[in-house]
């Protein structure tokens, strides 16, 4: 019995679990992300927060760049004006659109943006 337990215990220490595979309650994830995003603490995201998100999502462009980008998005929502915000509620939509309109996040992708 001694000689099978050290035989496991390679293997568990060698076999790191898979984040995606760990239960998960994916709108607590999406919220704390949100919420990692929302420096202001106001319950909204503006388009310099979430230029944050983009960046942690592979956008490297400028910033006059993600703004023209942002607006575009949110007018495709049909949110309009210079000071357009995200709610958590648009957000959520947002990271739940696999369409190229939107900005889908796996499990995995949200759990390494709080990381």
């Known amino acids: 019995q001694q000689q099978q337990q050290q035989q ?3 293997a568990t ?3 790191a679990p898979d984040p995606s595979a760990l239960p998960i309650d994916r709108p ?10 929302d420096r202001n603490q106001d319950g909204f ?34 949110v309009r004006g210079p000071n357009a915000l995200v709610s958590p509620s648009l957000f959520q939509e947002l990271v739940e659109d696999q369409s190229d309109d939107g900005c889908y996040c796996s499990n995995r992708d949200l759990q390494l943006l709080l990381t």
Do not use: H, S, Y
Not at 47 to 69: H, K, Q
């Open 8 to 10: 496991q215990k390679p």
């Open 28 to 37: 607590r994830l999406i919220q704390a992300v949100f919420e990692a995003c």
């Open 45 to 78: 995201l503006d388009w310099r927060e979430m230029l944050t998100f983009a960046r942690l999502t592979g956008f490297d462009g400028e910033e006059e760049v993600w703004e023209a980008e942002f607006i575009t998005l949110m007018e495709e929502r049909g």
């Open 13 to 15: 220490a060698a076999a």
